[in-house]
């Protein structure tokens, strides 16, 4: 059998390396050689599931420590632990497969059964039940998804599909927990769970800070000058906004519980609208009437800018 590989190597980490480290090597290799963007591609198929079993021993504490130990390897699987083969074999003659190590007392077919026992454990032998491994995995989400929730269908690298459950309010790098899809157990234990890493893709026009969103609003010049209703995008959809006469670009607007719908112990954020005047082409009446307009109190916008230099 092969000799699994070391994991910090399959990663490209230190064995200094901190849990956040390990996070984002093992996401980096995910999204390189994950089978969704690599259809048909064995060698692709083969780095994603190292990568993931990598990732599964070294993101668990408990693990980790056990493999720097030198209690188990690679794999997971527990190292021999007693006597071996070889302490036998360096007793005394006559002593080396008597029962007990009492010299001279003959070979026993049962002395074999305690050898063996005593190399591998016991408790091996009796197949103790053990939980299936959790496997990690990661899903890439739309930013609206991810906002108001949804549910989305995973392929995983053994053909089998998940369905997962996004909630509303997911955050970017947040991980997801299906429970008993990991790995089968071991002599009738139960199975381990699916752990899923949620990236978010971008949006085009929100931006996300924490349950609040933030989107730049264009309006037209007569829009600021004079006010009124406008239809402003919000993740659940469009709704209608006031704006106040003599809105500069910059102003800053909110509408209440219009960000991330309320999850959890989390109330509904809100969504904040900043003006930005475009002025488009201007036709020949709007420049006529610049030409000869003359304002009541002048205003200069670059006053501050100029008191700075």
Same mark, same amino acid.
């Given at each position: 059998?092969?000799?699994?590989?070391?994991?910090?190597?399959?990663?490209?980490?230190?064995?200094?390396?901190?849990?956040?480290?390990?996070?984002?090597?093992?996401?980096?290799?995910?999204?390189?050689?994950?089978?969704?963007?690599?259809?048909?591609?064995?060698?692709?198929?083969?780095?994603?599931?190292?990568?993931?079993?990598?990732?599964?021993?070294?993101?668990?504490?408990?693990?980790?420590?056990?493999?720097?130990?030198?209690?188990?390897?690679?794999?997971?699987?527990?190292?021999?632990?007693?006597?071996?083969?070889?302490?036998?074999?360096?007793?005394?003659?006559?002593?080396?497969?008597?029962?007990?190590?009492?010299?001279?007392?003959?070979?026993?077919?049962?002395?074999?059964?305690?050898?063996?026992?005593?190399?591998?454990?016991?408790?091996?032998?009796?197949?103790?039940?053990?939980?299936?491994?959790?496997?990690?995995?990661?899903?890439?989400?739309?930013?609206?998804?991810?906002?108001?929730?949804?549910?989305?269908?995973?392929?995983?690298?053994?053909?089998?599909?998940?369905?997962? @459950? $996004?909630? =509303? %309010?997911?955050?970017? *790098?947040?991980? +997801? !927990?299906? &429970?008993?899809? /990991?790995?089968?157990?071991? #002599?009738?234990?139960?199975?381990?769970?699916?752990?899923?890493?949620?990236?978010?893709?971008?949006?085009?026009?929100?931006?996300?800070?924490?349950?609040?969103?933030?989107?730049?609003?264009?309006?037209?010049?007569?829009?600021?000058?004079?006010?009124?209703?406008?239809?402003?995008?919000?993740?659940?959809?469009?709704?209608?906004? @006031? $704006?106040? =006469? %003599?809105?500069?670009? *910059?102003?800053? +607007? !909110?509408? &209440?519980?219009? /960000?991330?719908?309320?999850? #959890?112990?989390?109330?509904?954020?809100?969504?904040?609208?900043?003006?930005?005047?475009?002025?488009?082409?201007?036709?020949?009446?709007?420049?006529?009437?610049?030409?000869?307009?003359?304002?009541?109190?002048?205003?200069?916008?670059?006053?501050?800018?100029?008191?700075?230099?």
């Amino acid at each position: 059998m092969a000799k699994p590989d070391d994991p910090y190597a399959t990663l490209g980490v230190q064995r200094s390396a901190t849990q956040d480290e390990i996070r984002k090597a093992y996401r980096k290799l995910a999204r390189q050689h994950h089978p969704d963007l690599n259809p048909g591609d064995t060698v692709a198929e083969a780095a994603f599931k190292k990568a993931t079993a990598a990732n599964d021993l070294l993101s668990d504490p408990d693990k980790r420590a056990r493999f720097d130990r030198g209690e188990i390897d690679a794999s997971g699987q527990e190292k021999a632990a007693g006597p071996s083969y070889r302490d036998y074999a360096q007793q005394g003659a006559g002593q080396r497969y008597s029962r007990a190590g009492t010299p001279g007392s003959g070979w026993n077919p049962e002395d074999l059964n305690d050898i063996f026992g005593s190399m591998f454990g016991q408790g091996q032998r009796r197949g103790a039940p053990q939980r299936g491994q959790d496997e990690k995995y990661a899903l890439r989400c739309a930013f609206l998804d991810a906002v108001n929730g949804a549910t989305q269908r995973l392929t995983l690298p053994d053909g089998r599909t998940l369905s997962v @459950k $996004i909630p =509303a %309010g997911t955050k970017d *790098g947040q991980t +997801l !927990r299906l &429970r008993g899809q /990991g790995a089968e157990g071991v #002599g009738g234990g139960p199975a381990g769970d699916a752990l899923i890493t949620v990236t978010t893709k971008p949006h085009p026009y929100f931006e996300r800070r924490g349950n609040d969103i933030h989107v730049t609003l264009p309006v037209t010049i007569a829009e600021a000058v004079l006010g009124g209703p406008v239809q402003v995008p919000t993740p659940q959809g469009p709704v209608k906004m @006031k $704006i106040p =006469a %003599g809105s500069d670009s *910059g102003t800053e +607007l !909110r509408l &209440r519980g219009r /960000g991330v719908p309320a999850h #959890g112990k989390q109330d509904a954020g809100n969504l904040y609208a900043k003006l930005s005047v475009v002025i488009g082409a201007p036709d020949d009446a709007l420049k006529a009437f610049l030409a000869d307009w003359t304002p009541t109190d002048p205003v200069n916008p670059r006053a501050a800018m100029e008191d700075e230099t």
